[in-house]
């Protein structure tokens, strides 16, 4: 029988402290949270490895779906700097992995999924396991989820190629918004913070992790 917990206790100490993330309290949800217990049955015992694992295959032309391997996940959260008082929006819950972790750290999670099945799996599984401060909505992943906002903080579980406009509208004053700008090696860490009517942007560090669906910029028309 596998021991989670002394691989979960391994998973935080070889891939997510050597990585420059000394956030108490990102570290002590990530030794928390049961990873095992969000990913499909025949990979239980591959939980803790330091790579992102599959939810749910590609189909009709949307990149398939994972949990963010741990290491980029701690340390974009790190980047956030979430406390009790912060209300989240998670863009891409999955199967409520990154939203229980996020229930940890925040007061209050709104966790978006846009395919049905992984958001009646994450809600039945949070439910399980008690954390009673998330609630999983579906839609849209690109469109946000305006009827709980404005969000403190804005966390997008995966890479886009840009973040529209609409989804920044949905902080409030001094809110900030995480997410991965770009695809493959070359994508970068960014934080939005958005002071009035504009939103400044910092880039921190590379972080090659899966794409969301629906976050691919208009083809432009070249006449």
Same mark, same amino acid.
């Given at each position: 029988?596998?021991?989670f917990e002394?691989a979960r206790i ?5 891939q997510i402290?050597?990585?420059?993330v000394t956030?108490?309290?990102v570290?002590t949800?990530?030794?928390?949270v ?11 015992l591959?939980?803790? !490895?330091?790579?992102?694992? *599959?939810?749910? #295959?590609?189909?009709n032309?949307?990149?398939?779906r994972?949990?963010?391997? #741990?290491s980029p996940?701690?340390?974009?959260? *790190?980047?956030?700097a ?13 199967t ?5 972790v996020?229930?940890?750290l925040?007061?209050?999670?709104v966790?978006? /999924?846009?395919d049905?099945t992984?958001?009646?799996?994450a809600?039945q599984k949070l439910? /399980? ?8 909505v579906?839609? #849209?992943?690109?469109k946000?989820?305006a009827?709980?906002?404005p969000?403190d903080?804005?966390?997008v +579980?995966g ?11 949905q ?6 918004l !995480?997410?991965?700008v ?5 994508a970068?860490a960014r934080?939005y913070v958005?002071?009035?009517?504009s939103y400044?942007? +910092?880039d921190?560090?590379n972080?090659a992790v899966?794409?969301?669906p629906g976050?691919?910029k208009? /083809? /432009?028309?070249?006449f």
């Amino acid at each position: 029988m596998m021991d989670f917990e002394a691989a979960r206790i391994k998973m935080v100490d070889n891939q997510i402290r050597t990585t420059d993330v000394t956030s108490h309290s990102v570290l002590t949800a990530f030794l928390t949270v049961p990873r095992e217990a969000f990913v499909p049955a025949h990979l239980k015992l591959l939980a803790y !490895i330091d790579e992102d694992m *599959q939810i749910a #295959p590609a189909a009709n032309g949307l990149p398939g779906r994972f949990i963010m391997e #741990p290491s980029p996940l701690a340390k974009l959260l *790190q980047l956030g700097a979430i406390t009790k008082d912060d209300i989240v929006l998670e863009i891409g819950c999955g199967t409520g992995y990154t939203a229980a972790v996020l229930s940890m750290l925040a007061g209050s999670v709104v966790a978006l /999924e846009s395919d049905e099945t992984l958001a009646a799996s994450a809600t039945q599984k949070l439910s /399980e396991l008690g954390y009673d401060n998330v609630a999983v909505v579906t839609g #849209p992943l690109e469109k946000g989820y305006a009827a709980e906002a404005p969000y403190d903080v804005i966390f997008v +579980n995966g890479a886009v190629e840009e973040v529209p406009e609409g989804l920044l509208a949905q902080l409030r004053e001094g809110g900030r918004l !995480i997410a991965v700008v770009g695809y493959g090696n070359a994508a970068r860490a960014r934080l939005y913070v958005r002071t009035g009517n504009s939103y400044s942007s +910092n880039d921190y560090f590379n972080a090659a992790v899966k794409p969301l669906p629906g976050f691919r910029k208009a /083809e /432009e028309f070249v006449f």
